[in-house]
């Protein structure tokens, strides 16, 4: 019985050791949060300044909202936040991996988790299983990405190894065990709600699927292979029950948002273009990795490095300035180190040198025919990576691949291969140190993986020059702006940038080959050399990989946690006097960056707003009139602000005349924002310290119209909107035709109607009107989950002027409310909160039984 226990012990001490590991690792690189510091990041202020209104609803009031109209006029909350509602029991899960920090360390350490996972139940000693587990989770992309927010796309990239573990379990006939693990890491994942890692992920299995299918069908193992796929299509089922709200919401959002197929064909055909079923080809594509700078997956700055780079004193830049006589920051000068094939980028994709060097030898010493697929899904996702860059191949699964165009960023491909070309590089050196190969084989093997990899190092090192002129397409937007000794400096730093970390990957290459060559030469037993040589190249991988990811997120990046919010959303002058107004109904333009700001939506109902999914139909607006109205807006606004200043600062003047002579002068524009002001645009904002201009033409809430007309299409709609008159006419597609059957307007001019009260999802309204009459609302049209009552009794609403709400209101006094009830999402919830309670259940019954057998057999 002691044996047995202490058998049980040494198993589990060595995954104890391996989480304290993972846990020091993780507070180490995040020390600042135990300094009482949060991560700074862009998306994370976005998302805070766009979910406010929801928060703080449910804070007040205890409820729950799945639509906001803080952002672009209104919009729903499925992929903003919802508070409240139907529980998620998958919750009790992620409770204790987001201790460390939900939007931080916690992805870190949880990828280290899950990676390990991975590894142990692949049959790796725990030493091979930690390398692989810090290489995956602590390389570059994953750290870049925190970085700048993407918290939902690090959660979901945390989870991926437990499904690829399960998809591993599973074809090793351990059927329970593997159907259960790609429940629980798909369903984790799902729910972390960034589908383009679930759909690359789905991609990924499926290569696994077939790689696994081959190999059973050639030892006619049929029996497993049906047990295996039985409970592989069992187990996505159950995942995709725990998460029927969020799937719910987001099919519902592809249809709606920007990554739906829009209405409108003028454009496309005018264009002679394909028309895709979800986003815009170059938008898709914009971000679309370099074939050379591919190269970045073993030499970090091959181009550059971070857009926006900072070069110190011992740069050519930094010399030549100062030369130059120029002031510079004795901290170095900020330049456009990146030469590469994207807009801009805020770090490479860097897996390190030795994974590289590793992955080589592994695909030399594996003998599993397994590799095949890891290998082929690696090539595979790095031609989605190279996007336009590879356009014949890329073009196909755009126009021909189910969802594939409603995803952007395809360089986000190479999320694939950081873990495919870890789990390569873990099992070949494996292999290397336990396998029973021939060491004249493992030499070769080492030797040419050496000659590859370090000699492309060797090669970028002393003649960068010879492959690259170290220019870039988008040098041209500021070549022009500065002197030839400028950009000259800049291309030796660019230059010296790439030898430099070609050199270090060379160093790092060499030693990882040192160690695998010091364990052919010693007669060392095999488990020992297993042992040491894993501790030997954990800790080169570590101080390679934390050495990169530290330029891109290290200690600057943090701010105090009790004044974070605060500072990032400070109430300013002109916020504290819209506030004053406590009428329910107006809306807010920033001319500051409109549609790419979600600050204003802290504080008040923004025309603008920021989110990748808006609504397609407002985003169409935006292009066709939006657009224009606000840049004719913001430029005369611009221009009259520096006058004026100029004035303040030759003593003539105060704010109170800034104010009024732009009251003055801007005011009278609006007549010609037709776009604005049926969006009830009241307050205008252009600059934070001073009074907002207030827009006359601003239509309020809600108003009746004397007339409407039918359309036949969205290009006749869109069209009809450019030279509509609100106030006078609506224009309604021909498919409400139903809606208004019998309806004859008779004027009344002393009809009213006007909104009493404001709720997220609850808008109420009163109406005065002797005859019937037809409503137009400032408010964005939804056809799933808003409904319309009139007295209490449901009535029908359409779709006018493009985007707005419409509906006939009957003569007389009556109370109109507008409520936001998606009852097939809140049944999706319910579905998903009793699922993920199974599963919780499933996973327990799995741990318990075995002890429960045990005890019964005693």
């Avoid at 003998?367 to 890891?374: D, E, F, M, Q, T």
């Avoid at 970028?460 to 988008?474: C, D, K, L, Q, Y």
Wanted: proline share 3%.
């Amino acid at each position: 019985m002691i044996k047995k226990e202490q058998s049980l012990v040494g198993k589990i001490v060595p995954h104890i050791i391996a989480i304290i590991a993972f846990l020091a690792i993780t507070m180490i690189y995040f020390s600042p949060l135990m300094e009482g510091k949060i991560l700074s990041q862009n998306d994370v202020m976005h998302y805070t300044g766009g979910s406010q209104e929801l928060r703080e609803y449910y804070n007040n009031e205890g409820e729950s909202s799945a639509w906001t109209g803080a952002m672009f006029s209104g919009m729903p909350a499925y992929q903003i936040g919802i508070w409240g509602g139907s529980p998620n029991f998958l919750d009790y899960i992620e409770y204790p991996l987001k201790a460390l920090g939900g939007s931080s360390a916690g992805p870190v350490f949880a990828g280290m988790l899950m990676a390990y996972i991975l590894f142990c139940l692949m049959g790796f000693k725990p030493g091979f299983s930690i390398l692989g587990a810090i290489a995956y989770s602590l390389s570059s992309y994953n750290i870049v990405i925190l970085e700048a927010g993407h918290v939902t796309k690090a959660w979901a990239l945390a989870y991926m190894p437990l499904i690829v573990a399960g998809i591993m379990v599973l074809f090793r006939k351990k059927i329970l065990l593997g159907g259960l693990l790609v429940a629980l890491g798909l369903a984790l994942q799902i729910k972390s709600n960034h589908l383009q890692i679930t759909y690359y992920t789905g991609i990924l299995c499926a290569i696994l699927f077939i790689a696994f299918a081959v190999q059973m069908l050639s030892e006619k193992d049929i029996k497993s292979l049906l047990k295996a796929s039985g409970a592989m299509a069992v187990a996505l089922v159950l995942a995709a029950l725990c998460n029927m709200g969020s799937i719910y919401a987001n099919m519902e959002m592809a249809r709606e948002s920007t990554r739906g197929k829009s209405e409108l064909t003028a454009a496309a055909a005018s264009a002679g273009e394909k028309q895709s079923t979800g986003l815009d080809k170059d938008y898709v594509f914009a971000w679309s990795y370099g074939k050379a700078e591919t190269f970045t997956l073993m030499i970090p700055n091959i181009h550059g490095g971070v857009s926006g780079g900072t070069l110190d004193q011992s740069s050519n830049l930094y010399k030549e300035m100062v030369k130059q006589g120029a002031q510079v920051d004795p901290k170095g000068v900020q330049a456009y180190t990146y030469w590469g094939a994207q807009p801009f980028t805020q770090g490479s994709v860097y897996f390190g040198a030795i994974i590289c060097f590793l992955f080589v030898l592994g695909m030399i010493v594996i003998r599993s025919k397994v590799k095949w697929g890891l290998l082929i899904a690696t090539v595979f996702f790095i031609f989605l990576a190279w996007g336009k860059n590879m356009e014949w191949f890329n073009d196909l699964f755009f126009y021909h691949f189910p969802l594939y165009s409603k995803f952007r960023a395809v360089s986000t491909a190479l999320v694939i291969p950081a873990l495919t070309m870890v789990i390569i590089a873990v099992w070949g050196l494996k292999g290397f140190f336990t396998a029973d190969i021939d060491k004249e084989k493992l030499k070769k093997a080492l030797y040419i993986s050496l000659g590859i990899i370090g000699g492309l190092c060797l090669f970028f090192w002393i003649a960068p020059g010879f492959f690259f002129n170290f220019m870039a397409e988008s040098d041209a937007a500021w070549r022009t702006q500065v002197p030839d000794w400028y950009y000259n400096a800049l291309l030796a730093d660019r230059k010296d940038l790439l030898s430099s970390d070609a050199l270090r990957s060379l160093i790092f290459v060499l030693l990882a080959g040192a160690v695998l060559f010091f364990s052919l030469r010693t007669k060392m037993e095999k488990q020992k050399l297993a042992l040491y040589g894993s501790i030997a190249i954990i800790l080169l991988v570590l101080v390679d990989l934390w050495g990169v990811d530290k330029r891109y997120l290290n200690d600057s990046k943090f701010v105090n946690k009790n004044t974070y919010e605060t500072q990032s959303f400070p109430q300013s002058t002109v916020d504290k006097i819209i506030l004053q107004d406590k009428y329910p109904s107006y809306r807010v333009l920033n001319l500051a960056n409109t549609f790419e700001d979600a600050n204003t939506s802290y504080y008040h109902k923004s025309i603008g707003g920021y989110h990748a999914a808006k609504l397609k139909r407002y985003q169409e607006l935006i292009d066709h009139r939006l657009f224009n109205e606000v840049g004719f807006i913001r430029q005369k606004a611009n221009a009259l602000l520096q006058q004026e200043v100029a004035k303040l600062q030759q003593g003539q003047g105060s704010p109170e005349t800034i104010n009024q002579a732009m009251q003055d002068s801007i005011s009278p524009m609006f007549g010609a924002t037709t776009a604005l002001n049926m969006l009830n645009a009241k307050y205008v904002i252009y600059h934070p310290e001073l009074a907002p201009i207030v827009n006359p033409y601003a239509l309020g809430e809600a108003w009746f119209v004397p007339a409407y007309k039918f359309v036949n299409n969205a290009d006749e709609e869109i069209t009809a909107v450019n030279t509509l008159n609100p106030l006078e006419m609506a224009v309604i597609d021909k498919r409400f035709e139903q809606e208004l059957s019998g309806l004859n307007i008779v004027t009344d001019s002393t009809a009213t109607i006007t909104m009493t009260e404001y709720k997220p999802n609850i808008l109420k309204y009163k109406s005065k009107a002797a005859t019937e009459q037809l409503a137009v609302l400032s408010e964005v049209y939804f056809s799933d989950g808003w409904q319309a009552y009139i007295d209490g009794k449901e009535a029908p609403h359409f779709r006018a002027d493009w985007t707005l709400r419409a509906m006939r209101v009957p003569a007389g006094e009556h109370e109109i409310v507008f409520k936001f009830e998606p009852k097939d999402y809140y049944l999706s919830r319910t579905v998903a909160t009793a699922s993920s309670a199974a599963l919780i259940l499933l996973l327990i019954g799995m741990v318990v039984m075995p002890f429960v057998r045990k005890k019964q057999e005693e």
